[in-house]
């Protein structure tokens, strides 16, 4: 579950800039869109918010911090050698902050305790490193790491509600890669569910989604799955009746004819084990005929939604936190709405799955989809740094306020600042 996560300086985020899926005053929508979390110490949490702004004010980097910082943690020890550069890139229109060091830090709960993980880095080394643990009402400080320019080293703080082989672990953390990451590399037992959470319960798409074959290897896997992923296509009006999915070795027929032949050789070496899902969907026929097409052949919507099918029912089955770029695009309102819903929905989501996405569409705005507090702008100050804030900043009237008519009116900010264009010839 996710609490709050908190970039600074990175990409077009140069001051702290925070999300908080905390409740904040009012009992709107309380028994559909917020939830108590067993957590000690834990307040009410929501179960979704989205993120208003135009094109270019940094929403998408702001999502993007949050995959890279998962990236981090889960490849900094195993997949990146000593020299690697770290994935950091920091605000580069201030000379003040081009040189400094990213900073990310998410507050999350795993397994029924609230940990407090962050660090900063820059490309050639973690700069700081810590984790505050709350199994209790109070935190309790596991670690803390702090480069030294002058000693050229690292000054470590271990708490002693930590436990293992602290010693080594240190001893085997490059510069370049997380304690934690290496901790749980070398087996350590306790920092295992921190580490699990960003590999399996965080799941980050961009604004292309996800591709089909995850629902498409749901529906492969068993009938009672194949039933859930029909269902939710039925539930949001596709007329697919059915889907068959086939698998095949991938040979060189899966390649473009235009390849060249030395690629199509390395590419057909590299992916020589691979299998490749072959989808159709099933359609009835005026005549109740049925009728099978080539998933190629459907709509961009219909195989996007198709697409978010199988990480939509897999987040909801398991309480994951899902994160969304962009989630308006091909998709009508309708199936906007229809998919927050279903967050909002005890029943649908009985494990308190939470959903973060960024999006255009403000007709949801005003179908009382939302609380005023999971509506969240972005938008960019003079000096082109991206500010994040939320709707409930301007203490709207509950039920009293055409949101999307305010939005599109200016009141609450992150709207294009769009100039006239007086000639197409540049005279």
């Keep these: 579950m996710l609490i709050q996560f908190t970039v600074k300086n990175w990409r077009s985020i140069r001051d702290e800039q925070t999300i908080i899926m905390t409740k904040s005053i009012g009992d709107e929508m309380r028994d559909t869109n917020t939830f108590q979390p067993t957590a000690p110490g834990t307040t009410e949490l929501l179960r979704a918010i989205a993120i208003y702004g135009p094109n270019a004010s940094g929403k998408s980097n702001l999502l993007n911090a949050m995959k890279t910082m998962q990236a981090i943690v889960v490849e900094s020890a195993s997949q990146r050698q000593r020299g690697d550069d770290l994935p950091i890139v920091s605000f580069l229109l201030d000379s003040e902050t081009e040189q400094a060091p990213t900073e990310f830090e998410i507050i999350f709960i795993a397994e029924q305790i609230r940990y407090q993980y962050g660090f900063?880095?820059?490309?050639?080394?973690?700069?700081?490193?810590w984790l505050l643990?709350?199994?209790?009402?109070?935190?309790?400080?596991?670690?803390?790491r702090e480069w030294d320019e002058e000693k050229s080293d690292y000054a470590w703080e271990m708490g002693t509600s930590l436990q293992g082989q602290k010693q080594l672990w240190q001893d085997a953390t490059r510069q370049n890669a997380l304690f934690l990451s290496t901790a749980v590399q070398l087996n350590s037992q306790q920092l295992q569910p921190i580490y699990d959470w960003f590999l399996n319960a965080l799941h980050l798409a961009n604004v292309s989604g996800w591709s089909p074959t995850f629902t498409a290897a749901l529906c492969k896997k068993d009938v009672k799955q194949r039933n859930k992923v029909l269902a939710f296509l039925k539930a949001a009006d596709l007329d697919i009746h059915d889907v068959s999915v086939e698998s095949e070795k991938f040979t060189v027929k899966h390649l473009p004819d235009d390849m060249p032949e030395d690629l199509k050789n390395q590419v057909l070496l590299d992916l020589k084990d691979k299998e490749v899902l072959d989808i159709k969907t099933i359609h009835h026929s005026k005549q109740g005929k049925s009728v099978t097409f080539d998933f190629e052949d459907e709509s961009d919507g219909t195989r996007k939604f198709f697409a978010f099918a199988g990480p939509w029912l897999d987040s909801l089955a398991n309480g994951y936190v899902l994160v969304?770029?962009?989630?308006?695009?091909?998709l009508h309102p309708k199936m906007i709405q229809f998919l927050v819903a279903l967050f909002h929905n005890s029943d649908t989501n009985p494990k308190n799955a939470q959903l973060v996405f960024t999006t255009h569409e403000t007709s949801i705005l005003n179908q009382e989809v939302f609380r005023r507090d999971q509506i969240w702008f972005c938008e960019k100050d003079r000096d082109q740094a991206t500010k994040i804030y939320p709707l409930s900043d301007f203490s709207p009237r509950k039920g009293r306020e055409n949101l999307e008519a305010n939005y599109l009116a200016g009141r609450y900010g992150a709207l294009p600042y769009l100039r006239e264009l007086k000639s197409v010839n540049g005279n």
């Design 120 to 129: 900063s880095a820059t490309r050639q080394r973690i700069i700081q490193e």
């Design 133 to 144: 643990a709350y199994p209790v009402k109070r935190a309790r400080k596991w670690f803390t």
């Design 324 to 330: 969304i770029d962009e989630l308006h695009d091909n």
